[in-house]
């Protein structure tokens, strides 16, 4: 499989959510308006605009270095240097430039009437995850999803609220830590009562499944649900598993196993998930992450298996602080800190895939 088409598989799925609905189409300076209601996303540190600013937690981006390269300079929560997919996303659309946090007590009734993130950074499908973390788990994000709800009708009624609901576009994204921070992590728990990873898969399957039945009992017609990355070629896993951490560094391929058969399996069960009127699409994170990995030079990348941040060993949150050292070009680099991405890897996918969706879209 090319690059390119790699690119596209990543987030095609989970853009047309966000118009598979729509019935209308303007025409305008020769591009197409979405017509949308808003965007709801759920899930971790991947889609979190910064929620966790608003938690008793450590697993926070609001200081410096985070958001480097983001409008003013602005270390907004997102782990990352700049912007995420979703705000890029939320942005093509036609609903606002950066999704906002739902936590953020400073949103208005019109932010939060075109879609808000519920994401906790560090939270997983396993509540374990999210609760040593101090993150939301997935069910307290859709108790939040049902508090908006109620906010809003009290503001613009039952109907508007419906119509709102009914019309958005969902997006979920989580998993990685369930087996970076969890399972694979410093806690034995898990590890002790699921001594087989596909019985831990299955584990977390029930999870998902209670999560999306809940957020389509909620109105929810259209979700894409992302699935996880190579995570044995995080930097930090890479560090934490390889006997030869910093001379000879490289994917922990049973990692990426791991990795692979969950997508697996969420890809297969969530057919079975799927009623008249809904639809659940399956969004492919892998493929694009490992083609960046493996074949860096066609993106412009010099340095896939180090973070920007610090050492790029093992630094993130707290670890990537206001006194690290950061590099020289992190254009040139596919990790942010040793975990998340820089904002050029989520803007080059956005940019692979907006021809494409345009496409889609002008068809009838």
Known sequence: MRATDSLHSMFLMVIIILYVHSACYAHNNNNKKINISAAFVFGDSTVDPGNNNYLPTIARANYPPYGKDFANHVATGRFSNGRLV??????????????????????????????????????????????????????????????????????????????????AGYVVSSGTNDFALNYYGPTLVQRSAYPNISDYHHFMWHNIERFLQGLLDEGAKVIGIVGVPPIGCLPAMITLHSKEFVTNRKCIENLNDVSKKFNQMLQNNLKGLKTKGTKIVYGDIYKPIINMVEQKTQYGFE?????????????????????????????????????????????????????????????P
């Open 303 to 363: 340095e896939v298996q180090k973070g920007c941040c610090g050492t790029g060993l093992i630094e993130a949150d707290f670890l990537c602080n206001f006194n690290s050292q950061l590099c020289d070009d992190v254009s040139k680099y596919v990790f942010w800190d040793s975990v998340h991405p820089t904002e050029k890897v989520y803007k080059l996918i956005y940019e692979s895939l907006r021809t494409s969706v345009l496409k889609e879209i002008s068809k």
């Open 86 to 167: 979703t705000d890029f996303i939320g942005e093509f659309i036609g609903l606002k430039r950066n999704l906002p946090p739902y936590l953020d007590p400073s949103l208005t009734m019109n932010d939060l009437m075109t879609g808000v993130s519920f994401a906790s950074s560090a939270g997983g499908y396993d509540p374990l995850t999210s609760k040593v973390n101090g993150a939301l788990t997935m069910m307290q994000q859709l108790e939040l999803f049902k508090e908006y709800k109620a906010k809003l009708e009290v503001s613009i009624g039952k109907q508007k609220t419906d119509d709102i609901v009914r019309r």
